[in-house]
């Protein structure tokens, strides 16, 4: 049996990886969670997964939900970064899911590889941020780092049982997200309930937002780089309105290998827990008959600046990606909060990528410091922002 700790147990990753565990209790069990603070389904996913640990964002929720849950169940309740990096190097367990969303899930992932667990990773900053460094250490300590984003799990099946030499392109797929029919005049308009309808996917605010001004797939392609060992220009992007191609690979002879499924993510989750193996009844068969028509078409990098200043940002290196990375969390927040407009999400990023004096990083802490660089300049860009547009 394969014992699981999740960072992020009550997001959308983490509410699916506990549905495959619960669908497989002889292969898993979640020995510890780690949550922010929706206190009522962490409080569900104790009582019927019964985790020796959890952890909470801050103590006033850890007293709360220790109140509330059952004190014969035995389950220690942690709280804070300090929590969560307890959960993440975890003694008993033996894989790490890493889905805490953004910036906040690179120093637990680290602190996962650095015990020696290996990683079912959702959490793309990891990559984007330090992916240089994070892989390095996962050599060292000998450990897997297994993707858990769709994109990135059919890529990883797609090279299986195929020498890395023998490479050419990797072709990411992208739904082209709410607006691959909105004009780019009327994305001005756009608003946080047009841009949280996703057509496909149904996922945590912040990453939906990332897929409609697309730059969610410009990220996968810098995490692609580091996870396939990939140079940026041999990543492209494809827009696939049905989501059914999961993501290609091509081959110098021509050949392109395709993975495809239903858009359902306990799918890649339930591959990660499960690799090398494969375990049935995760999702839904995919019924070719039923799914039509497949359409491919080129994304428009024009409309999505996003696109453009990710692959910018890949190219450069060094601590650039933090600083796209953590710019585009803050605008997203600023947007989600009705402080900003939705074409103004890429001006704040071009502009703190314009601004950033980039830097070759030696350790995590160069990362966090680009990381906390860029916040407070975005922040910065957001307060100088006429009052018109925000």
Same mark, same amino acid.
């Given at each position: 049996?394969?014992?699981?700790?999740?960072?992020?147990?009550?997001?959308?990753?983490?509410?699916?990886?506990?549905?495959?565990?619960?669908? !497989?209790?002889?292969?898993?069990?979640?020995? &510890?969670?780690?949550?922010?603070?929706?206190?009522?389904?962490?409080? %569900?996913?104790?009582? +019927?997964?019964?985790?020796?640990?959890?952890?909470?964002?801050?103590?006033?929720?850890?007293?709360?939900?220790?109140?509330?849950?059952? +004190? =014969?169940?035995?389950?220690?309740?942690?709280?804070?970064?300090?929590?969560?990096?307890?959960?993440?190097?975890? $003694?008993?367990?033996?894989?790490?899911?890493?889905?805490?969303?953004?910036?906040?899930?690179? /120093?637990?992932?680290?602190?996962?590889?650095?015990?020696?667990?290996?990683?079912?990773? &959702?959490?793309?900053?990891?990559?984007?941020?330090?992916?240089?460094?994070?892989? +390095?250490?996962?050599?060292? $300590?000998?450990?897997?780092?297994?993707?858990?984003?769709?994109? !990135?799990?059919?890529?990883?099946?797609?090279?299986?049982? !195929?020498?890395?030499?023998?490479? $050419?392109?990797?072709?990411?797929?992208?739904?082209?997200?709410?607006?691959?029919?909105?004009?780019? %005049?009327?994305?001005?308009?756009?608003?946080?309930?047009?841009?949280?309808?996703?057509?496909?996917?149904?996922?945590?605010?912040?990453?939906?937002?990332?897929?409609? =001004?697309?730059?969610?797939?410009?990220?996968?392609?810098?995490?692609?780089?580091?996870?396939?060992?990939?140079?940026?220009?041999?990543?492209?992007?494809?827009?696939?309105?049905?989501?059914?191609? !999961?993501?290609?690979?091509?081959?110098?002879?021509?050949?392109?290998?395709?993975?495809?499924?239903?858009?359902?993510?306990?799918?890649?989750? &339930?591959?990660?827990?499960?690799?090398?193996?494969?375990?049935?009844?995760?999702?839904?068969?995919?019924?070719?008959?039923?799914?039509?028509?497949?359409?491919?078409?080129?994304?428009?990098?024009? $409309?999505?600046?996003? /696109?453009?200043?990710?692959?910018?940002?890949?190219?450069?290196?060094?601590?650039?990606?933090?600083? /796209?990375?953590?710019?585009?969390?803050?605008?997203?927040?600023?947007?989600?909060?009705?402080?900003?407009?939705?074409?103004?999400?890429?001006?704040?990023?071009?502009?703190?990528?314009?601004?950033?004096?980039?830097?070759?990083?030696?350790?995590?802490?160069?990362?966090?410091?680009?990381?906390?660089?860029?916040?407070?300049?975005?922040?910065?860009?957001?307060?100088?922002?006429?009052?018109?547009?925000?």
């Amino acid at each position: 049996m394969k014992k699981i700790s999740i960072l992020g147990s009550t997001g959308s990753i983490g509410v699916n990886a506990l549905e495959v565990i619960a669908s !497989h209790p002889r292969d898993f069990k979640a020995v &510890a969670l780690a949550a922010g603070s929706n206190i009522q389904v962490l409080k %569900n996913q104790i009582e +019927r997964f019964r985790p020796r640990v959890v952890a909470v964002v801050n103590e006033e929720i850890a007293r709360a939900i220790s109140e509330m849950i059952d +004190r =014969t169940l035995g389950t220690k309740v942690l709280w804070g970064s300090e929590g969560y990096r307890e959960i993440a190097a975890l $003694k008993e367990a033996d894989m790490v899911v890493s889905a805490i969303v953004g910036a906040a899930g690179l /120093l637990p992932t680290v602190d996962a590889i650095e015990s020696g667990k290996h990683i079912a990773l &959702a959490n793309k900053e990891t990559m984007v941020m330090a992916g240089e460094i994070v892989v +390095r250490k996962a050599a060292e $300590k000998g450990i897997r780092i297994l993707p858990v984003d769709s994109e !990135h799990s059919a890529v990883f099946q797609c090279l299986e049982g !195929h020498g890395r030499k023998y490479l $050419k392109r990797i072709i990411l797929t992208a739904s082209g997200g709410p607006f691959l029919q909105v004009s780019r %005049n009327d994305l001005k308009n756009v608003t946080v309930a047009d841009a949280l309808r996703h057509p496909n996917w149904k996922m945590g605010r912040k990453i939906t937002v990332d897929s409609a =001004t697309m730059i969610n797939k410009g990220l996968e392609v810098i995490e692609a780089k580091w996870f396939f060992g990939a140079r940026i220009d041999e990543i492209d992007i494809v827009i696939h309105p049905q989501s059914i191609v !999961h993501s290609m690979v091509e081959y110098v002879d021509g050949s392109v290998i395709a993975q495809m499924g239903v858009p359902d993510m306990k799918g890649p989750i &339930a591959y990660a827990l499960s690799y090398p193996d494969r375990i049935s009844g995760s999702m839904e068969k995919l019924d070719l008959l039923k799914t039509g028509r497949l359409e491919f078409l080129a994304p428009d990098i024009e $409309k999505f600046p996003g /696109l453009r200043l990710a692959y910018e940002a890949g190219r450069e290196g060094g601590t650039k990606p933090a600083v /796209l990375n953590a710019s585009n969390e803050v605008a997203v927040g600023s947007f989600i909060a009705g402080k900003i407009g939705f074409t103004d999400i890429a001006d704040v990023i071009e502009r703190c990528m314009n601004a950033y004096r980039n830097v070759q990083p030696s350790s995590i802490k160069d990362i966090l410091d680009a990381d906390r660089w860029a916040r407070n300049k975005a922040e910065e860009i957001i307060r100088d922002m006429p009052n018109d547009r925000n």
